[in-house]
């Protein structure tokens, strides 16, 4: 979707030596020319959609999540090689060959993408698994954000999936003042989720074509393939004439995923990510405010604005806690009312009663399983 977290004339020139954070900041727009999608169309009614989007969470409303079965291994990453299915179209690609080599030569890259993606990959791979969606596709937010929920670009992009602010709204992904759905984990991958899907039915089945569209927009994609047409030529992504972005976009996520798929063969190791959820999503009555929670529950602030970046310190509607945290909260409900009741931070009062637990709604299974 983006003017991508590597834009291809920095990745070309990009020395060896250049930090990963500062990598980070490379960080470049996205541009779409995608129709709206609409109440009536059919992705509307799917299940998930349903859940996160087109109701009001409220206090007492258990979200039912499908648990799925864990790697032999214990590892997300096995997981995700028995659902790999585009790296078929690999073989042989000298763009793929020369992206590979760029990652491999580049080993912090790698380990920014573990790091980072670890508290979301678990996620965002159940998602793809209930759509039976290419589990390639897991990897994409590190091609777009290096897997920073908060990454914004000089086109106003912003979010693990970089969306700019009219793809947001043609998906359905609020914005206003001090709230930015395009930051939110669950909704903005789904609405990535929608948006590849439509693409993969727009040109037919062909997950390459859905790919370089996500970068460059349905209408020059299409383009490309009627100048192909015109002229007799063939009109798969590797015979389209696109713009250089978009020609190191799609090669780019095929060679990472290379990596994972095989990376003993190429000599690189990944940072180890268990098949097992990351974070659990609450239901909220009321705003709660991330420094109070920090304060009163021990999570480290910074790791619940990672999992809640939205809304810029608050969360609201449903509070995404790490898995390990989530118990130790849900069965102290007090703490979440007492974050909910101080705003503004500044020192912790005493309660004065104690909130009953169903006060909070708790999910029965964690997201993404």
């Known amino acids: 979707m983006s003017r991508s977290f590597l834009a291809s004339s920095v990745c070309r020139a990009a020395p060896r030596a250049v930090p990963v954070l500062a990598m980070a900041a ?59 299915s585009l790296l078929g179209a690999t073989g042989d690609v000298t763009r793929v060959d020369e992206q590979r080599r760029w990652l491999m030569a580049r080993p912090g890259f790698l380990t920014q993408t573990g790091h980072a993606g670890s508290r979301y990959l678990h996620f965002i791979v159940g998602e793809l698994s209930k759509r039976n969606m290419p589990l390639e596709l897991a990897l994409l937010p590190a091609i777009e954000s290096g897997f920073n929920p908060s990454a914004q670009s000089s086109a106003q992009a912003m979010g693990l999936w970089q969306f700019v602010p009219a793809t947001g709204r ?138 809640n970046p939205a809304a810029r310190g608050q969360a609201s509607g449903r509070l995404l806690l790490p898995v390990t945290a989530s118990a130790r909260l849900t069965a102290q409900p007090d703490m979440i009312v007492r974050a909910a009741q101080y705003p503004e931070v500044g020192p912790v009062a005493a309660p004065a009663v104690s909130a009953d637990s169903d006060a909070i709604a708790q999910a029965n299974e964690p997201p993404g399983a």
């Open 26 to 84: 490379l960080l470049h727009g996205c541009q779409h020319l995608e129709p709206p999608l609409n109440l009536d169309h059919p992705l509307a009614a799917e299940h998930y959609r349903s859940q996160l989007r087109w109701r009001t969470v409220v206090a007492q409303e258990r979200v039912q999540i499908q648990e799925r079965p864990v790697a032999a291994d214990g590892s997300l990453w096995t997981r995700m090689r028995q659902g790999f």
């Open 170 to 307: 043609r998906f359905q992904l609020q914005q206003r003042a001090g709230y930015d759905e395009r930051r939110d984990i669950p909704s903005s991958t789904r609405a990535a989720l929608d948006y590849l899907a439509y693409l993969h039915d727009y040109f037919q089945g062909d997950w390459l074509l859905a790919l370089a569209a996500y970068n460059a927009g349905e209408g020059r994609v299409r383009e490309a393939i009627s100048r192909n047409q015109a002229r007799g030529l063939a009109t798969r992504y590797w015979d389209l004439s696109l713009p250089g972005e978009t020609q190191n976009y799609v090669p780019r996520l095929l060679a990472l995923s290379q990596l994972v798929n095989a990376p003993a063969e190429y000599g690189v190791e990944l940072v180890p990510i268990a098949d097992q959820p990351y974070f659990q999503m609450l239901a909220l009555q009321e705003p709660v405010n991330l420094a109070h929670l920090a304060q009163l529950s021990g999570v480290h602030e910074r790791e619940l604005r990672l999992l």
